[in-house]
């Protein structure tokens, strides 16, 4: 059975740091997402990574997907206020069509 | 449309009542997922549509819910006989292709529905 699991669950940054969300998976995947979720609202696709090594960029945040080590970051640089929110990685099972979520990470920004 | 829509957006129904969830996919998907997702956790799966027919329904938590697509459009969550324990936000998602391997299989979510069993 496919397992997800972020840390940090909760992070307070100051602005201008640099952080990394992390997203490991339990079993052999082919496609990993990054979503974010505002309070309230639905979620916002980020980033599609469907292969090793994959690294993907839109303006302070990266991901990168490592399916050997079954790991996925999600880098925060130089955090500005507006990027406080719910981050959730989503797996997807193979030979299913199914998407196992994580936790979410809920960051915080400080300013 | 432009996104994925849900209706209604909040939903407070009494215990033991029935209740219909409606989602209306982005047009040209024929991949639908409902997910739900209770307070502090993350989107868990339900059921997935390809086309009309339930291709995986094996989250569904019990005989009480059920979905329907018959059209291989907009899709309905129904729940009978609520309970309190059914309180979350249920989300719709829709991709173009979906499975393993497949290219365009970026989900995108509506809104939700805020169902509340009181």
């Not at chain 1, 997907?65 to 507006?82: E, G, N, P």
């Not at chain 2, 033991?16 to 024929?30: A, F």
Request: glycine share 10%.
């Amino acid at each position: 059975e496919l397992k997800v699991e972020q840390n940090p669950l909760f992070l307070s940054m100051q602005e201008g740091k640099n952080y990394t969300i992390y997203c490991n998976y339990s079993t052999t995947s082919d496609r990993l997402y990054w979503y974010r979720q505002d309070p309230g609202k639905s979620l916002e696709s980020l980033f599609v990574l469907l292969s090793n090594g994959a690294v993907k960029q839109e303006g302070r945040l990266m991901a990168s997907l490592d399916t050997k080590a079954r790991l996925s970051t999600l880098h925060i640089t130089a955090a500005v206020h507006d990027l406080s929110a719910t981050y959730f990685c989503a797996v997807g099972d193979s030979g299913t069509y199914k998407y196992i979520f994580g936790t979410g990470t809920r960051l915080k920004v400080l300013a | 449309g432009a996104g994925v829509s849900q209706t209604p957006s909040n939903k407070v129904t009494e215990k033991g009542k029935y209740v219909e969830l409606r989602c209306d996919p982005i047009s040209g998907h024929t991949a639908l997922y409902w997910y739900r997702q209770s307070l502090g956790q993350g989107p868990e799966f339900l059921i997935y549509f390809q086309g009309t027919g339930a291709a995986d329904d094996s989250g569904l938590p019990n005989d009480r819910f059920f979905a329907v697509r018959p059209e291989g459009s907009v899709s309905t969550l129904k729940i009978q006989r609520t309970e309190r324990g059914d309180s979350a936000v249920y989300l719709c998602a829709s991709s173009l292709r979906s499975g393993t391997g497949a290219l365009n299989t970026e989900a995108f979510f509506g809104q939700g529905t805020r169902l509340t069993v009181v």
